[in-house]
């Protein structure tokens, strides 16, 4: 983005099982929380950018928000693997001079309303139905197909998983906006889950179902003078999609034990940053699954292929490790807001003001599988 | 309820699943350059010709990856296992890994050979596969 465009405010709302509020309202607060983050008022909003399936419309928004006039808008597809593609369209816009200022948000009520890890109904051609007549209905089944390849060829366990989501909820446990806050657990805790999917994955393997919302406003760097807090800068945003891909996982690549989709994204953030994994402070990995986490650290080379095991035993990913991960709990420990929360924690790791803030952050890594941003102080 | 969801039966899909009834495991080809594809597509990805008919595969593949599937919210269901077979014409399709147990997740299936079979799962005619006996 040649630094011209920057994170000027992030919000959200509490991260709960039952918000007892429409996903608008959910939608409303976060994003009026942003907006005021950012030093701006409704007013000053000239684009909107959420996610295909979000149930908050544009029009609506507006409406509530007190946004009069909209000059760009867009959606992003695929759910979390596009949760930083959402930055990456209002950065685009913001760059352009399609719009100024730009609402990226997120907002439902993921566990008492429609549950994404419930078995899928019959969903349409061109996509799942390959998958769900055999029996693979869920996301947890779609993933461990794949992820039971890694395991096989590089000889991890659910155990070595369940390290990842020891540290994920020690992450969480310091974290007041975290679910999980308080409320760490060890790796016998783990061990005693049942099974979603055995070998592969326990119920602390996976992601929680969440309510509430998030948002950020992507701005111009000339705001960066008027705003009440330190401005963040989006130094890359990338895409990155493969022919023959299928929706972050990876059925018909030739290497089943890779993420071909991620080592292409970390190519892209590497050239456009002119940044090494050495200059990443924290690394902020979308995990619906805990395993998703170990492919994305080898693809983005901050360890060799079929060592993140031995790397995140070895403390490489804690608070004091050399690169932490997921610092406010991740999407297993703080909340799953479809990864956009993630993001939010990436611009506080830089602001300086995360609950569990990691000394002198110049540089956050925080990436969706096939989507990827790199923020910096600006 | 029924354990199967349904195949959706779309214009570009037909050929495989009218394939499946006449108990013939079917791979689109492009007529123009040859190359085959799974799943289908109306258009080759190689040479971009709209030209295309469905070879019966020799229905022999190996097994890359495979899980035990339990119904999520029905225990009672029987599990299936699930695998990912690449056929030795060289493309990959998610099946059902049939006439082994299953109700052991630790099995060793992977690079198993197998071989194409047809069988009826709720109702609905499936293309499976079962292991290649040796000999």
Known sequence: ?378 | MSGTVDPVVARDDRYFWEGVAQRRLLIQRCTQCGVLRHPPAPMCGSCGSLEWDAQQASGRGRVLTWILSHHPNHPDVPARVVVLVELDEGVRLVSNLVDVPNDDPYAEYDDLGVMVDFREHDGVLLPVFAPVVAG
């Open chain 1, 1 to 378: 983005m040649n630094g011209e465009v920057i994170v000027a405010g992030i919000g959200q709302t509490e991260f709960s099982k039952d918000s007892r509020r429409s996903e608008l309202q959910l939608a409303a607060e976060a994003t009026r929380a942003a907006i005021a983050d950012a030093g701006l008022t409704p007013a000053d909003i000239d684009g909107m950018v959420t996610f295909t399936i979000d149930s908050n419309d544009e029009l609506s928004m507006m409406r509530t928000l007190g946004v009069k006039e909209l000059r760009y808008w867009s959606r992003t597809p695929h759910g979390g693997v596009g949760a930083c593609t959402t930055v990456q369209h209002a950065a685009i816009a913001v760059a352009s001079g399609a719009a100024d200022a730009v609402l990226v948000y997120r907002a439902f009520n993921e566990r008492s309303g429609r549950r994404f890890g419930q078995p899928l109904r019959q969903v349409g051609p061109r996509t799942l139905d390959w998958y769900t007549t055999f029996g693979i209905t869920t996301p947890a089944q779609m993933y461990s197909l794949w992820f039971r390849r890694y395991m096989d060829e590089y000889g991890a366990t659910n155990e070595d998983f369940g390290r990842y989501t020891v540290v994920a909820r020690r992450h969480a446990a310091t974290n007041p906006n975290a679910w999980f806050y308080q409320r760490p657990i060890t790796l016998a805790d783990h061990q005693e889950s049942r099974w979603i999917c055995e070998p592969v994955l326990r119920l602390l393997d996976c992601c929680q179902e969440s309510d509430g919302a998030v948002a950020l406003v992507v701005a111009r760097a000339e705001r960066a003078r008027d705003l009440p807090r330190a401005a963040v800068r989006i130094e890359a945003a990338a895409d990155a999609h493969l022919g023959g891909g299928s929706v972050m996982y990876n059925y018909y690549h030739p290497d089943l034990a890779a993420f071909p989709e991620a080592e292409f994204l970390a190519r892209q953030l590497w050239q456009r940053t002119g940044l090494a994994p050495d200059d990443i402070d924290v690394a902020m990995f979308y995990e619906n699954f805990s395993p998703i986490v170990f492919y994305q650290l080898e693809a983005f080379g901050f360890c060799k292929r079929g060592e993140a095991k031995d790397f995140i035993a070895d403390g490489n990913i804690d608070l004091d490790g050399s690169i932490p991960v997921n610092t406010n709990g991740g999407l297993l420990g703080e909340a799953y807001i479809h990864g956009l929360n993630n993001i939010l924690e990436g611009v506080r790791q830089v602001r300086g003001t995360a609950a569990n803030q990691v000394a002198r952050v110049e540089h956050v890594l925080v990436a969706a599988g096939q989507s990827g941003l790199v923020l910096g102080r600006a």
